[in-house]
């Protein structure tokens, strides 16, 4: 099977879209199948033998993050002229976020290219669900996606925790809900992680659930495994998570931690996330008087991520909502005991009272409860970093995760319509 994968946002960094595309294109490699992917900047890496086009864009995005001067695109100035440059540099410098839109046109354009030559059986995306998709499928070509979660739930958690209204105004131009619904409603199936963001898409997007498809995402427990040659640092915490995406709830991580300071248990948190000034965790931080406890690691290396793993006595993901939970996994997989919230997805990757422990979202007591609890039973601890690990093996495989991935190719090139596996 000639399969094309695409990512609009590449990196690892940018949250679980790279590192869903490396495993998963590695794995259906691995299976003797053709596999080409598309991503948009900041670019990956991808595994050998994978076909690899790199899709350019302004990348205005991380350039406005970071608080850059060189906003107009550097190299060859005519490019602004480009109508989807200048179409990308006018809704980002109206606070929009265009590179969904934009990075689905030049995948359609790239795939027209490629056809005479090169016709694929299948076309994947990761996440984007943006017009150029359908200018895809009206090529012949199949098209699936994976919905992580629906972003009208990114919207909701950034509307609650914003300060002003002015930063309300903001947040309601900077997604499209609209056209993902307009998109996912066409496609030929749709893939996600969960039974829960399942719900989600067909609540949101009303994608019929004949269409919708459970695949569970997966962890390689050959890399994420718990290092014995790395001691435990007493009463340390870890937190993985991008702390300006408001759904990862580190404000009431923060606030549970001001909780516990008068409690003499020396707490030390880590949060594995490059901030720059103006952040609102760095602002909480300080209005909490938190700075001893707190430390950012900035971006880590897969194997500087497993040695801060190995070190943490808990792993804490106390998120809004979470189409997944992939942090969770990833700690279980290294034998360390996570708190979660019930949110989402994370009941069905978190088994309460074995593998960690839940407690309600936005409840920062409830929070600061379960790190004092599970803190103080080092047997509690090993007993569920153990089990963590067993859990993982047993349920959360990239090799599976790619098995049934083909199972849903496979329907959706026979035209055959089977019971979706959705509650």
Request: charged share 25%; proline share 5%; glycine share 8%.
């Given at each position: 099977?000639k399969?094309?994968?695409?990512c609009?946002?590449?990196?690892?960094?940018?949250?679980?879209?790279?590192?869903y595309?490396?495993?998963?294109?590695?794995?259906?490699?691995?299976?003797?199948?053709?596999?080409?992917?598309?991503?948009?900047?900041?670019?990956?890496?991808?595994?050998?033998?994978?076909?690899?086009?790199?899709?350019?864009?302004?990348?205005?995005?991380?350039?406005?993050?970071?608080?850059?001067?060189d906003?107009?695109?550097?190299?060859?100035?005519?490019?602004?002229?480009?109508?989807?440059?200048?179409?990308?540099?006018?809704a980002?410098s109206?606070?929009?976020?265009?590179?969904?839109l934009?990075?689905?046109?030049?995948?359609?354009?790239?795939?027209?290219?490629?056809?005479?030559?090169?016709?694929?059986?299948?076309?994947?995306?990761n996440q984007?669900l943006?017009y150029g998709?359908?200018?895809?499928r009206?090529?012949?070509?199949?098209?699936?996606?994976?919905?992580?979660?629906?972003?009208?739930?990114?919207?909701?958690?950034?509307?609650a925790q914003a300060?002003?209204?002015?930063?309300?105004i903001k947040?309601?131009?900077?997604?499209p809900?609209?056209m993902?619904?307009?998109?996912?409603?066409?496609?030929?199936?749709?893939i996600?992680?969960?039974?829960?963001?399942?719900?989600?898409?067909?609540?949101?997007?009303?994608?019929?659930?004949?269409k919708m498809?459970?695949v569970?995402?997966?962890?390689?427990?050959?890399?994420?495994?718990?290092?014995?040659?790395?001691?435990?640092?007493?009463?340390?915490?870890?937190?993985?998570?991008?702390?300006?995406d408001?759904?990862k709830?580190?404000?009431y991580?923060?606030?549970?931690?001001?909780l516990?300071?008068g409690?003499?248990?020396?707490?030390?948190?880590?949060?594995?996330d490059?901030?720059?000034?103006?952040?609102?965790?760095?602002?909480?931080i300080?209005?909490?008087?938190?700075?001893?406890?707190?430390?950012?690691?900035?971006?880590?290396?897969?194997?500087e991520?497993?040695?801060?793993?190995?070190?943490?006595?808990?792993?804490?993901?106390p998120?809004?909502?979470?189409?997944f939970?992939?942090p969770?996994?990833e700690?279980?997989?290294?034998?360390?005991?996570?708190?979660t919230?019930?949110?989402?997805a994370?009941p069905?990757?978190?088994k309460?009272g074995?593998?960690?422990?839940?407690?309600?979202?936005r409840?920062?007591?409830?929070?600061?409860?379960?790190i004092?609890?599970?803190?103080?039973?080092?047997?509690?601890?090993?007993?569920?970093g153990?089990e963590?690990?067993?859990?993982?093996?047993r349920?959360?495989?990239?090799?599976?995760?790619?098995?049934q991935?083909?199972?849903?190719y496979?329907?959706?090139?026979?035209?055959?319509?089977?019971?979706s596996?959705?509650?």
């Amino acid at each position: 099977m000639k399969i094309c994968l695409l990512c609009y946002r590449g990196n690892k960094y940018c949250g679980g879209q790279g590192i869903y595309l490396y495993h998963l294109s590695r794995e259906l490699e691995r299976m003797g199948h053709e596999v080409d992917v598309m991503i948009g900047p900041p670019y990956c890496d991808i595994a050998d033998g994978i076909g690899v086009h790199r899709l350019e864009s302004l990348n205005l995005y991380d350039r406005l993050v970071e608080g850059r001067k060189d906003f107009f695109p550097q190299g060859d100035p005519l490019r602004i002229f480009n109508p989807i440059n200048l179409y990308e540099l006018g809704a980002a410098s109206l606070g929009m976020f265009p590179e969904m839109l934009t990075f689905s046109i030049r995948a359609y354009l790239k795939i027209r290219q490629l056809l005479p030559h090169h016709r694929f059986d299948i076309v994947h995306d990761n996440q984007c669900l943006a017009y150029g998709l359908l200018l895809i499928r009206a090529l012949g070509l199949p098209v699936v996606a994976t919905i992580h979660h629906p972003l009208p739930i990114d919207t909701i958690a950034d509307l609650a925790q914003a300060p002003t209204t002015w930063k309300k105004i903001k947040r309601i131009l900077f997604y499209p809900p609209l056209m993902q619904g307009i998109v996912a409603r066409r496609l030929d199936a749709v893939i996600t992680d969960s039974e829960s963001s399942a719900r989600e898409i067909r609540r949101i997007f009303k994608v019929p659930q004949g269409k919708m498809k459970r695949v569970y995402l997966g962890v390689d427990t050959d890399v994420f495994r718990r290092l014995d040659s790395h001691r435990k640092e007493p009463n340390s915490l870890i937190m993985v998570g991008r702390t300006e995406d408001r759904k990862k709830g580190v404000l009431y991580l923060l606030q549970a931690l001001r909780l516990l300071k008068g409690d003499d248990l020396n707490l030390k948190l880590t949060i594995v996330d490059q901030v720059g000034s103006g952040s609102m965790a760095l602002d909480l931080i300080q209005e909490y008087g938190l700075d001893d406890m707190v430390t950012f690691t900035g971006r880590l290396t897969t194997e500087e991520l497993v040695r801060r793993y190995s070190a943490a006595e808990i792993a804490i993901t106390p998120s809004l909502y979470e189409g997944f939970g992939l942090p969770a996994v990833e700690a279980m997989a290294c034998e360390v005991p996570v708190i979660t919230t019930t949110a989402g997805a994370l009941p069905e990757v978190v088994k309460q009272g074995e593998t960690g422990i839940l407690v309600p979202p936005r409840d920062p007591r409830a929070l600061a409860g379960a790190i004092k609890r599970l803190l103080a039973d080092e047997s509690m601890r090993r007993r569920m970093g153990s089990e963590g690990r067993r859990w993982v093996k047993r349920q959360f495989s990239w090799a599976e995760a790619a098995r049934q991935m083909l199972q849903v190719y496979e329907e959706v090139l026979s035209g055959v319509a089977r019971p979706s596996e959705c509650t």
